[in-house]
């Protein structure tokens, strides 16, 4: 089994990819450049981690990342869309640019877009090949001083939902996985505000997600134990989805 794992290189990624690993999986990592914590993972299993250097946000890059997997394995089993920034400074959207709009969508939502359409052709080669979108909570909650990031989780969720209704004859599924708050370097600089707020009560499940809570559900998918399932959407977030009264 194939798996090809964006955004690898640390946080998240490197976890799903780990895990794969460890479930027998050989894992192309991929990011714009690799990490001591990446490589150190390539070195401890020289024949099923493999990093290759792309950028999400360049077309180009996405067909080397594409020719590199099918050159080395021919096809792909599991795609994890995971590759995604925050925005540069947090700004509120009455002030943010074009080009703070562009940073981030080119890459969170451009990137997932067209990373999951130049993979099509390898993933139809298996007939139950599995797709897996990193969303976010922000998908669904107005956070105006990050206003384009949350733009860019929303997309996440419709081409979640496009390719799942497009791929679902060539036996491939679609899932969404919206991590809550996780302790990544994405939100090191946010730790103490948030670890505040769940004090607070903003999550029922009181503490941070860690990058394997979200690798577990990865690992799930990739078991087959959501294979009747596609356009879902699955919330890893201690329970910040509940409306609570
Ligand atoms: P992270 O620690 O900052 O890691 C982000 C990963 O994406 C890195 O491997 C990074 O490597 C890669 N990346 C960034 N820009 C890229 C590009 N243009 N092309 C290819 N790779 C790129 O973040 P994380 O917390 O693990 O987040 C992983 C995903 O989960 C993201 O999509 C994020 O939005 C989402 N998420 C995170 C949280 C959270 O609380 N941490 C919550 C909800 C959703 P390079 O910089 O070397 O490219």
């Given at each position: 089994?194939?798996?090809?794992?964006t955004?690898?290189?640390?946080?998240?990624?490197?976890?799903?990819?780990?895990?794969?690993?460890?479930?027998?999986?050989?894992?192309?990592?991929?990011?714009?450049?690799?990490?001591?914590?990446?490589?150190?993972?390539?070195?401890?299993?020289?024949?099923?981690?493999?990093?290759?250097?792309?950028?999400i946000?360049?077309?180009?890059?996405?067909?080397?990342?594409?020719?590199?997997?099918?050159?080395?394995?021919?096809?792909?089993?599991?795609l994890?869309n995971n590759a995604g920034?925050?925005?540069?400074?947090?700004?509120?959207?009455?002030?943010?640019?074009?080009?703070?709009?562009?940073?981030?969508a080119?890459i969170n939502l451009k990137g997932t877009f067209f990373v999951t359409q130049k993979f099509v052709?390898?993933?139809?080669?298996?007939?139950?090949?599995?797709i897996v979108n990193i969303s976010s909570?922000?998908a669904?909650?107005?956070?105006?001083?990050?206003?384009?990031?949350?733009i860019s989780k929303a997309g996440i969720s419709m081409i979640t939902k496009l390719f799942a209704a497009r791929l679902?004859?060539?036996?491939?599924?679609v899932i969404e996985i919206r991590?809550?708050?996780?302790?990544?370097?994405?939100?090191?600089?946010?730790?103490?505000?948030?670890?505040?707020?769940?004090?607070?009560?903003?999550?029922?499940?009181?503490?941070?997600?860690?990058?394997?809570?979200?690798?577990?559900?990865?690992?799930?998918?990739?078991?087959?134990?959501?294979?009747?399932?596609t356009g879902?959407v699955?919330?890893?977030?201690?329970?910040?989805?509940?409306?609570?009264?």
């Amino acid at each position: 089994m194939v798996a090809v794992v964006t955004g690898a290189s640390r946080g998240i990624g490197l976890s799903i990819a780990e895990t794969l690993i460890k479930k027998g999986f050989s894992v192309i990592l991929s990011a714009r450049s690799i990490t001591t914590l990446a490589e150190k993972l390539c070195t401890a299993y020289p024949d099923k981690a493999f990093f290759f250097a792309a950028d999400i946000s360049e077309k180009d890059d996405i067909s080397a990342l594409v020719s590199f997997a099918e050159e080395k394995f021919g096809s792909v089993d599991l795609l994890v869309n995971n590759a995604g920034v925050a925005p540069k400074e947090r700004k509120d959207i009455l002030e943010i640019t074009p080009e703070d709009f562009d940073f981030v969508a080119d890459i969170n939502l451009k990137g997932t877009f067209f990373v999951t359409q130049k993979f099509v052709p390898l993933l139809t080669k298996n007939k139950s090949a599995r797709i897996v979108n990193i969303s976010s909570m922000s998908a669904y909650t107005a956070s105006v001083n990050r206003g384009e990031y949350c733009i860019s989780k929303a997309g996440i969720s419709m081409i979640t939902k496009l390719f799942a209704a497009r791929l679902a004859e060539f036996g491939i599924s679609v899932i969404e996985i919206r991590p809550g708050i996780i302790e990544t370097d994405m939100t090191a600089k946010v730790k103490e505000k948030y670890e505040a707020l769940i004090e607070q009560g903003i999550t029922p499940i009181k503490r941070m997600g860690q990058p394997e809570d979200i690798a577990k559900c990865v690992a799930a998918i990739a078991d087959g134990s959501f294979d009747f399932c596609t356009g879902t959407v699955i919330d890893c977030d201690g329970g910040f989805n509940i409306r609570c009264l």
